[in-house]
């Protein structure tokens, strides 16, 4: 039982069934991860939990989410944290600390830099001179790489 042929010509074969069946159980998986980080991002979040989430260990579950996304699972979370961060700092009254805790960074410094590595501006400039060029989603197309590029200066 190689292929077959079903209505109007359409074919298949067990190898590309197989592959349906292997692209549908990634995308169930990584989207119970993706769940996981956008309802956790606010806390410290650990490798190891993720990799539990689908009983992998912590390198196949680094492996296997980089192929699936085209980002490692850390710079998937800071991108994710990040863009949260920025979403308050658009906010009145908001000031840059407190968008650092609440989205998980509990170092100012690493946050800074973080923010810096994917907006191309600080927090206190992008609050400042209202650079509003944030990406809303962070699903697999828009990941890290896809990060818009600072206009103006």
């Known amino acids: 039982m190689g292929s077959g042929q079903l209505h109007s010509g359409f074919s298949y074969s067990r190898e590309g069934c197989e592959y349906i069946a292997i692209v ?7 989207s119970r991860v993706l769940q996981y980080i956008e309802e956790h991002y606010s806390r410290e979040i650990y490798i ?9 260990s912590r390198s196949h579950f680094c492996r296997v989410f980089k192929d699936f996304t085209g980002v490692t699972p850390m710079d998937y979370l800071n991108f994710y944290r990040v863009n949260k961060a920025a979403d308050l700092l658009q906010t009145d009254g908001c000031k840059v600390i ?4 609440q ?36 699903r ?14």
């Open 48 to 56: 190891d939990e993720l990799a539990s989430l689908l009983s992998h």
């Open 140 to 153: 697999a197309s828009a990941h890290p790489r896809h990060a818009p590029a600072r206009t103006g200066r």
């Open 98 to 101: 407190d968008a650092a805790l």
């Open 24 to 30: 549908f159980h990634l995308n169930f998986l990584h």
């Open 103 to 138: 989205t998980g960074f509990d170092n100012l410094s690493h946050f800074t830099n973080t923010f810096k590595k994917y907006m191309q501006c600080t927090p206190s400039e992008y609050k400042r001179d209202g650079q509003h060029q944030i990406i809303h989603s962070t």
